[in-house]
């Protein structure tokens, strides 16, 4: 099988490059609760002096959906 650079080899099928994914970001102070609405406000919140805020308080999660992948490829015999 001879595979070009811009493909992948999944299951032993080619597929392209690219697998249609989503991605959400969360970022959220684990001590108020409190959900971010950017990294630039997290970080906004650690500098403030006004707040107990550290940054160790700061959580970020990702959460990655990959809409279509063909895990169950053929046998091969």
């Given amino acids: 099988m001879s595979i070009k650079r811009d493909e992948n080899v999944l299951a032993g099928r080619k597929t392209s490059a690219v697998l249609p994914i989503e991605t959400k970001e969360t970022v959220s102070n684990t001590q108020t609760g409190k959900e971010y609405a950017s990294e ?14 550290e940054e160790k308080h ?3 999660d990702v959460a990655i959906t990959v809409n279509s992948l063909d895990i169950f490829g053929e046998v091969m015999k």
């Fill in 40 to 53: 630039n406000e997290a970080q906004a919140d650690v500098n403030n002096p006004a707040t107990s805020t």
């Fill in 58 to 60: 700061i959580k970020r």
